[in-house]
């Protein structure tokens, strides 16, 4: 993968998705095989730290601090929350925001309001896209979101697809019909078909079953 890709993997559960994605983070040692960054560098001599701030996870599980909304994209850090506000107006977040009893100002968490899974995951990745990550790992980050929202996902992500990899690991094939440059589909552990979405309905596989099943 290179900066401007749109690639994903999909199987069904069980099939070792999240685990990638999970080894590709550094939580896991691998045996077998290797990663290779920028046609260069092994995964495994670069520190964790430093991978770590460069790529962006959204997580299936997302967490929501107690704290208002500008804590949740900030987590912690000292920038100027007029930077986030700013971020967010030119990213198209506002909206979304604005639907929030306070705005901004809203607070999360266990002394504050609940939040749907769909306002969860673009608080997330918000979160993620704040910090300007060069490669972003999205691990059933649209599940919940209904359409709309999803499509202003998929449509910002490819505004930014310049300076950024993307990684989706799905299970809504929808989402990948006109999105993904490559699929991978994967069944237990291993790689058995790749394309993209016209490719891997011409052959009988996972993804051109489950999409004849769902789809057609």
């Not at 309001?113 to 691990?139: C, E, H, M, T, W």
């Not at 919940?144 to 697809?161: G, H, V, Y």
């Not at 950024?164 to 019909?177: D, E, M, N, Q």
Request: with cysteine.
């Amino acid at each position: 993968m290179k900066k401007g890709d749109f690639v994903a993997v999909v199987g069904e559960s069980g099939s070792g998705k999240s685990t990638l994605g999970q080894i590709i983070q550094q939580f896991y040692p691998f045996e077998n095989g290797t990663i290779i960054v920028n046609s260069e560098y092994e995964l495994k001599n670069i520190s964790t730290e430093h991978w770590r701030n460069i790529v962006g996870v959204i997580p299936q599980e997302i967490n929501i601090f107690s704290g208002n909304v500008l804590d949740n994209i900030l987590l912690g850090s000292e920038d100027n929350p007029e930077d986030v506000i700013k971020f967010c107006q030119e990213n198209g977040f506002e909206k979304f925001i604005a639907e929030l009893p306070q705005g901004y100002a809203t607070l999360l968490g266990e002394e504050g309001i609940n939040l749907s899974g769909g306002q969860k995951q673009i608080i997330a990745l918000a979160r993620v896209l704040y910090k300007k990550p060069q490669f972003l790992i999205l691990d059933e980050a649209t599940s919940a979101m209904d359409r709309n929202t999803e499509k202003f996902t998929i449509q910002l992500l490819s505004q930014l697809k310049e300076d950024i990899a993307v990684l989706f690991i799905l299970h809504r094939l929808h989402t990948l019909k006109n999105t993904a440059d490559r699929i991978y589909v994967l069944e237990n552990g291993e790689i058995t078909s790749s394309g993209n979405h016209k490719d891997l309905l011409e052959t009988v596989n996972f993804y051109s079953e489950f999409w004849q099943e769902i789809y057609e």
